[in-house]
């Protein structure tokens, strides 16, 4: 009788546990979670000192990533490099669970943007570029516990989530002069992971679970790898730049979807142990390999520049992107959202509309060999997610020093979201999210 009880609860227990863990499974890798903002905006310390207000300014090598029309401006071939000290910081909480309270950490230091930029006259003003840029950021971890219980099972999880890597693409940039007054430029993006970078991201989730089923004793123990490598695809940004007098600008700027391609590998590994009257240890393992496609969505903006004087200048932006269009294409077929993980007849993911504003003021010494620029932004920055956006704010400020060929830039950035719903990453919980960024750039004109 004893014998006959024992092998109930087992098979009891395996097929419960076995769904269990599927279901923890499918919440980590039908979601990409991008730890900087998944909006397409573009690079450097200048603009970044100016909230990201510089579709109408445009007026760097940076240009390229934000309003391609705007390297016609440059009058002198030029280097320039952009370095960023990044930091993230999540603060979850949870009102079913409070075990759920942590906060998880990031930083890092990266290349930002490198860009080497010439201008020539044939039959028209022309300016060529070739630039880099690393555009999405996908570091984070954070550890904390979970107190599961459901039909029988009681058991507290220790969970750790690792997730690390980056896309970025090399450009290759042209901007003509169509009239004084308008120029046309293009940026040619080459998303690739065979030049000198890995283009991908990998997530690592593992937990320790100890509890009861039924009276009967249980330790789980989960491990999940997923990577997604190789990322390759191409897409443009096509700018105008429109000086409607001495005093105002408009820019314009589209960056085309795209479909990109990965390989996805995923590995699924889990040891059940019971006690008695039991005393088995079931083990679960699932290990694949896939081609998958990734739609990157269409963005577009627009941004209006007043020059006040010649020494002070603001810009605002308006900016969107279609997340609604953003999907992933398994090895099958299948399509779903990587933002809410929903396959795409149900998902309801909202586009989201940035709007920047900054300025810029000059003090130039009276040899007007020295020039110091102070710099300031405000934005709205939210994020996609099922049936309404995620609010985010932002500010920034920015400084530096030009000193006849040297260009010397340095700007933070302050990124904020309040009790931010995080999906399926972590079940019942929100979190107050908080980005700190510091750009450097030095650029030097032959």
């Not at 954070?142 to 507290?156: E, H, I, K, Q, T």
């Not at 990124?415 to 510091?438: F, K, M, P, Y």
């Amino acid at each position: 009788m004893m014998r006959n009880k024992c092998l109930t609860i087992l098979f009891f227990v395996a097929l419960l546990l076995f769904l269990y863990g599927e279901l923890q499974a499918a919440s980590i890798f039908q979601q990409v979670g991008i730890a900087s903002s998944p909006n397409p905006v573009g690079s450097g310390a200048r603009a970044v000192g100016m909230g990201g207000a510089f579709i109408g300014v445009a007026d760097d090598a940076t240009a390229a990533s934000w309003n391609p029309a705007g390297l016609i401006q440059l009058e002198k071939p030029e280097l320039s490099i952009v370095g960023e000290y990044f930091n993230r910081s999540d603060q979850f909480s949870s009102d079913q669970h409070p075990e759920i309270d942590n906060t998880g950490r990031v930083d890092d230091v990266n290349l930002n943007y490198f860009s080497a930029t010439y201008p020539f006259h044939f039959y028209r003003n022309m300016v060529v570029s070739i630039n880099y840029q690393r555009l999405y950021d996908f570091e984070r971890n954070f550890d904390y516990r979970f107190n599961y219980s459901d039909a029988g099972l009681d058991v507290m999880q220790d969970k750790h989530f690792d997730q690390d890597g980056f896309l970025g693409a090399l450009g290759f940039a042209a901007s003509i002069e169509i009239i004084p007054s308008l120029s046309f430029g293009a940026t040619l993006n080459l998303w690739t992971d065979e030049l000198l970078w890995d283009n991908g991201w990998n997530a690592k989730f593992s937990e320790s679970a100890v509890g009861t089923l039924a009276g009967t004793p249980v330790t789980i123990n989960t491990k999940i790898k997923d990577d997604y490598s190789e990322f390759r695809g191409i897409n443009a940004n096509f700018g105008l730049l429109w000086n409607i007098n001495k005093y105002v600008t408009l820019g314009g700027v589209v960056k085309t979807p795209f479909k990109a391609s990965l390989k996805h590998k995923f590995s699924f590994d889990q040891v059940q142990t019971f006690g008695p009257p039991v005393n088995a240890v079931i083990t679960s393992r699932e290990n694949y390999s896939e081609n998958v496609d990734l739609d990157m969505p269409l963005s577009y903006g627009a941004g209006l520049a007043v020059r006040f004087s010649d020494v002070f200048t603001m810009d605002i932006d308006v900016y969107r992107t279609d997340w609604s269009e953003f999907f992933l294409e398994d090895g099958q077929g299948n399509k779903f959202s990587p933002i809410d993980g929903r396959p795409k007849n149900e998902s309801n993911v909202k586009d989201t509309t940035q709007v920047r504003i900054g300025g810029e003021y000059l003090f130039i010494s009276q040899t007007k060999n020295i020039i110091v620029p102070v710099r300031v932004g405000a934005f709205y920055d939210p994020e996609p997610s099922e049936d309404e956006v995620k609010d985010f704010y932002g500010i920034a400020v920015g400084s530096g020093i030009a000193y006849k060929q040297f260009i010397f830039d340095a700007a933070y950035q302050f990124r904020w979201g309040n009790n931010v719903d995080t999906g399926n990453l972590i079940a019942t919980s929100e979190a107050d999210v908080r980005q700190h960024s510091v750009l450097a750039s030095i650029i030097f004109h032959f």
